[in-house]
């Protein structure tokens, strides 16, 4: 869970500096220093197949090719997770997820598309993560598909507004 947060962190910075390409360099990142973000992570709960929305905060810290995100989740105090990114291959990857697709709409709003091979319910599905992205909005969600399986599935989704 943490990684696609702070994946999604990444990508932020491609729609504030307008960048075309399926890449992401070190400078883009700096914008994201010191923030903080409000939001919300939904997730299938596979123990009873039901949706389960859980309340989170978020600030940012960045350092060379490194973005830290520290999340808090509001009314599960001890549950805090702190994780750290590098981008791999110029750019192009994040972490081990491959940049696959990416395109800007009409109102700046940026869609990118990772792919990789992955762990979900201790079974190895394909992981699909689209992130939709503006200045001061972002949501993640992430498909899983597994092996066998003809269709993939919403396995979660974050969303967060960036606090001024």
Not at 80 to 92: D, E, H, L, Q, R
Not at 111 to 132: L, Q, S, W
Request: charged share 20%; aromatic share 10%.
């Amino acid at each position: 869970m943490k990684k696609y947060i702070t994946l999604a962190i990444v990508l932020i910075t491609v729609t504030l500096h307008g960048q075309s390409e399926n890449t992401v360099t070190n400078e883009k990142v700096l914008s994201l220093n010191n923030t903080q973000w409000v939001g919300e992570l939904m997730y299938l709960d596979y123990s009873n197949g039901k949706e389960t929305t859980l309340k989170t905060n978020m600030q940012i810290t960045t350092k060379n090719n490194k973005i830290t995100m520290n999340t808090q989740f509001v009314y599960e105090p001890s549950a805090i997770s702190k994780n750290t990114i590098k981008f791999k291959k110029n750019g192009t990857y994040f972490g081990n997820e491959k940049i696959t697709n990416k395109s800007v709409s009409a109102d700046g709003t940026i869609t990118v598309i990772t792919t990789c091979e992955g762990r979900d319910n201790n079974e190895p599905p394909t992981i699909t993560k689209t992130y939709n992205i503006s200045e001061l909005y972002f949501s993640v969600t992430k498909e899983v598909q597994f092996k066998d399986a003809k269709t993939k599935f919403i396995r979660n989704r974050s969303t967060y507004i960036k606090l001024l």
